[in-house]
């Protein structure tokens, strides 16, 4: 049963912006932090930016004053709006979901490729 499901990855050019979504299934319960991480080739996978069910948010280091994570609570929905995006921030994005007891729930994915 899918309970996340990503949209919005691709090929972008240096510079340039893409937004992520991500659905989560309502059958998911009492969800908690939403977020996205990341996993490029031969690296591990790193946090690039989470919220709160009361919006705070948090990020990794290396996306602070580029990328922006919201979220529409109705629609059990996270955005993420990406810009000036840089060659090394290609990975793919994996979209993240923590219940009412902290577990965890991953979406398959998407791609995101930044040219030089």
């Known amino acids: 049963q899918v309970q996340l499901v990503e949209s919005g990855g691709g090929l972008v050019q240096a510079g340039g912006s893409l937004r992520l979504s991500c659905a989560a299934s309502?059958?998911?319960?009492?969800?908690?932090?939403m977020g996205w991480y990341r996993q490029a080739p031969g690296k591990q996978r790193e946090l690039v930016a989470g919220?709160?069910?009361?919006?705070?948010?948090y990020y990794g280091y290396s996306v602070k004053g580029r990328f922006t994570i919201s979220r529409d609570n109705a629609k059990n929905t996270v955005y993420l709006q990406m810009n000036s995006l840089k060659p090394e921030d290609t990975a793919v994005y994996y979209c993240?979901?923590?219940?009412?007891?902290?577990?965890?729930?991953w979406g398959q994915g998407t791609q995101v490729t930044v040219s030089s």
């Open positions: 309502r059958t998911i319960f009492m969800i908690n932090d």
């Open positions: 919220i709160t069910s009361g919006g705070s948010t």
């Open positions: 993240n979901a923590k219940d009412g007891r902290w577990r965890d729930y």
